[in-house]
């Protein structure tokens, strides 16, 4: 009898570590290797509120994904007529340049700012680039130090979502926190960013969240 109960323990605690080790498998954050890119024609919408040096506005911005070229090159364009245009590379999804609404340069990165890939929680990284801002074409050293943070649900117009939740500091001050899934292309879920008033730029607050992705049809 003491066999039996002493087997039928055994078997009970081998069952139930088998299904906590089936859970926590289950349960393992991913590691995102790079962007899925979106189908060009891709829009998406954000409300978007911002004040100070990051500019003041409240209210719906609209982003397009689509073809174009800079410097020659062929680039990603992520523009919206609010906001101006974010110049992608097609092969790291790290911003090249940044132009204005009127189509024009306001500052380029070299090597292109991007995500510390591969994404996995609890990775810290650092970027060191050269950022030229325009007209003037005064180059200033930037360095950025990024934190996956978690991944975790985050709730936004558009829907629910798993997300990583990143988060950075550049030598200016600026902080920016960033839920996205690259393995859906989304490259932005929901963002905040502050800039202190020692900022280059002075001060400034934004928030955004996703209200609506559309695909191309096809």
């Not at 609010?82 to 500052?107: R, S, W, Y």
């Not at 934190?147 to 990583?164: D, L, N």
Request: proline share 9%; aromatic share 10%; with cysteine.
């Amino acid at each position: 009898m003491n066999f039996v109960r002493t087997l039928s323990s055994a078997l009970l605690a081998s069952a139930a570590a088998a299904t906590l080790l089936a859970a926590g498998c289950a349960s393992a954050p991913p590691v995102a290797e790079k962007m899925v890119v979106p189908p060009m024609g891709t829009v998406t919408t954000f409300h978007r509120k911002s004040s100070g040096s990051l500019g003041n506005f409240d209210g719906q911005v609209v982003w397009t994904y689509a073809q174009s070229t800079f410097q020659g090159k062929p680039v990603i364009a992520f523009g919206a007529p609010q906001a101006g245009v974010a110049l992608l590379d097609p092969a790291t999804f790290g911003m090249l340049a940044n132009l204005n609404a009127a189509g024009q340069p306001m500052f380029s990165f070299d090597p292109p700012m991007t995500y510390p890939w591969p994404l996995q929680v609890g990775k810290t990284a650092t970027q060191k680039l050269t950022m030229t801002m325009y007209p003037s074409g005064t180059k200033v050293p930037m360095t950025i130090d990024y934190k996956v943070e978690s991944w975790e649900e985050v709730t936004v117009p558009a829907g629910t979502f798993k997300a990583y939740r990143v988060n950075w500091i550049n030598n200016f001050g600026e902080v920016e926190t960033r839920w996205l899934n690259p393995m859906e292309g989304l490259a932005t879920i929901k963002r905040h960013v502050e800039r202190p008033a020692s900022h280059p730029q002075g001060a400034g607050v934004l928030d955004a969240v996703l209200l609506s992705r559309v695909l191309p049809a096809k």
